[in-house]
């Protein structure tokens, strides 16, 4: 694959499409098990209280991979992110209930770089509250 966006037709400023992602305690469990990562912190509302939690809480890097899939979507090839990386600053606290919690994730791009590559810097927010932060990455576009 190859990126479907062309360096020529982006701008320093130019928004990605926007996107809500939805966390349920279900799609918690599928992510532990994809990944490995069973810390009750993000499946058990005992010990996530427990340990000072508002209650269980969605893993870090997943949070970190859901904001990444506005830039591959975005960019039509997820082998065109150059360089990725963001700060954890809230955790997505998700609740037992038929709702869950939202990611909501925006980006612009930032700094149009050499070798067909830009800066995208995004935005990931969850109950009003910004759940990552310095979250960028450069991708090489066609």
Known sequence: MTAKISYEDVEVGTE?????????RATLVQYAGAS???????????FAREVGL?????????????A???VTDWVGDPGA?????VRFTKPVVVPNDDQGAVIEVSGKVAAKL????VRVDLTAMSAGQKVLGMARAVVRLA
Do not use: C, S
């Open 16 to 24: 990605l499409p926007a996107q809500t992602f939805p966390v349920t």
């Open 36 to 46: 490995g990562d069973f810390n009750p912190i993000h499946w058990n509302e005992k």
């Open 54 to 66: 508002p209650d269980v809480i969605a893993h870090g890097m997943f949070t970190m991979a859901e």
């Open 68 to 70: 990444a899939r506005v």
């Open 81 to 85: 992110v150059a360089e990725y990386g």
């Open 114 to 117: 050499d070798d067909n590559q």
